[in-house]
C-alpha cells in the first residue's frame, strides 16, 4: 500500500480553509489519476481536481570546521514530489483539525468579549464615589 504524507504548513492551511485545496507528499511514481484514486480510497473524500509538483534535490555545502582542519563535503537533499488535491465541495480532509478548533475557540472568545464590553456600556454608571466626594467638600 502506498502512503500519503500531509505537508503541514501556513501556507497549506491558508489554502485548505480558502479553496478546500490540500497539499500532499506522494511517491514519485504515481501520476495524477493514481494520486486521485489513492486519496478517495485512503480518506473517504470526493477528489476534484490533482496538480502535481517535482521538486529535484538540491546539492548543498556541509563545512565542518574541527581544529586544524577544515573539510568541504556535498550532501543532496532528496527530491519531493506534491500533489495539490482539490476537494469537491462537502469534503473535508482532518489534517488541520487542531488548528481549526483553536480559530473557532478564538472566534468564540472575541464574541464572548464583545457582547461582554456591549452589556457592560449598556448599564447606567452608578455615582457611588460622586456623592461621597461632593459631601466631603461641603464639609470643609
Do not use: C, W
Not at 490540500?22 to 486519496?39: G, M, S, T
Not at 563545512?63 to 473535508?92: C, D, E, F, W
Amino acid at each position: 500500500m502506498t502512503f500519503i504524507k500531509p505537508r503541514l504548513s501556513e501556507k497549506a492551511f491558508a489554502q485548505s480553509q480558502a479553496t478546500s485545496t490540500f497539499a500532499l507528499d506522494v511517491p514519485k511514481e504515481l501520476n495524477k489519476q493514481e494520486v486521485a484514486v489513492l486519496v478517495a480510497k485512503q480518506f473517504d473524500v470526493e477528489v476534484k481536481s490533482v496538480r502535481i509538483v517535482n521538486r529535484s534535490g538540491k546539492t548543498k555545502r556541509v563545512m565542518n570546521l574541527t581544529g586544524r582542519r577544515s573539510s568541504n563535503r556535498k550532501g543532496t537533499q532528496s527530491s519531493i514530489k506534491k500533489a495539490y488535491v482539490t476537494l469537491k465541495p462537502g469534503s473535508h480532509l482532518p489534517f488541520f483539525a487542531a488548528a481549526e478548533e483553536e480559530i473557532a475557540k478564538e472566534a468564540e472568545a472575541k464574541a464572548k468579549a464583545a457582547k461582554k464590553a456591549e452589556k457592560k456600556s449598556a448599564e447606567k454608571p452608578k455615582a457611588k464615589g460622586l456623592k461621597k466626594l461632593v459631601g466631603k467638600k461641603e464639609e470643609k
